[in-house]
T-cell receptor, first 113, second 113 residues
Framework: QQQVKQSPQSLIVQKGGISIINCAYE??????FPWYQQFPGKGPALLIA?????SEKKEGRFTISFNKSAKQFSLHIMDSQPGDSATYFC????????????FGEGTQLTVNP | EAQVTQNPRYLITVTGKKLTVTCSQN?????MSWYRQDPGLGLRQIYY???????DKGDVPEGYKVSRKEKRNFPLILESPSPNQTSLYFC????????????FGPGTRLLVL
């Protein structure tokens, strides 16, 4: 049972475009929602994260939008660049339960030059 | 350099032959964890450890063992590997048990014939 569902599975965007990846979760006890970025041959690395007390967080070209009532959150990559081509994972955890991350299925993003 | 290291990076073995994948971190992190990554399933937690001598099962612990005798090391043991354990394995660590940023190792690709 996948508690965090991620879509789309793959995404192709032109350079300069906006990439949008969506996630939905089931467990209302989740209180931390990070996004991880993974390049081929590497381990995932934290990209940006949000807590449910805010609806949006922006760091450079990366923005998380969070909708608590809908139990959904999304990653927006503005002005997408070929260097952004990677696999992106959303995740969720309950911080008091010991950093146990539940990951989405992953989205393979390709940004064409 | 602060990092999580895993060895070996690649391993081919046969069914039933015991193996150990080592994981070491040099950041004095309390929390360590093992994940497996499979296509379409994202990353799933196998075992985690909140501190030395404290370990617990994650979401997919069957067929795996771990130990945490030292703070820096967290080996993953497959006593009798089976083909369904063919996967990409990641070790991760974070500063504390409720630490939000997890740092991942480079991964170990395992093939069980």
């Amino acid at each position: 049972q996948q508690q965090v569902k991620q879509s789309p599975q793959s995404l192709i965007v032109q350079k300069g475009g906006i990439s949008i990846i969506n996630c939905a979760y089931e467990n209302t006890a989740f209180d931390y929602f990070p996004w991880y970025q993974q390049f081929p041959g590497k381990g995932p690395a934290l990209l940006i994260a949000i807590r449910p007390d805010v609806s949006e967080k922006k760091e450079g070209r990366f923005t998380i939008s969070f909708n608590k009532s809908a139990k959904q959150f999304s990653l927006h990559i503005m002005d997408s660049q070929p260097g952004d081509s990677a696999t992106y994972f959303c995740a969720a955890s309950i911080r008091t339960s010991g950093s146990r991350l539940t990951f989405g299925e992953g989205t393979q993003l390709t940004v064409n030059p | 350099e602060a990092q999580v290291t895993q060895n070996p990076r690649y391993l081919i073995t046969v069914t039933g032959k015991k193996l150990t994948v080592t994981c070491s971190q040099n950041m004095n992190h309390e929390y360590m964890s093992w994940y497996r990554q499979d296509p379409g399933l994202g990353l799933r937690q196998i075992y985690y450890s909140m501190n030395v001598e404290v370990t617990d099962k994650g979401d997919v612990p069957e067929g795996y063992k771990v130990s945490r005798k030292e703070k820096r090391n967290f080996p993953l043991i497959l006593e009798s590997p089976s083909p369904n354990q063919t996967s990409l394995y990641f070790c991760a660590s974070s500063f504390s048990w409720n630490g939000e940023t997890q740092y991942f190792g480079p991964g170990t690709r395992l093939l069980v014939l």
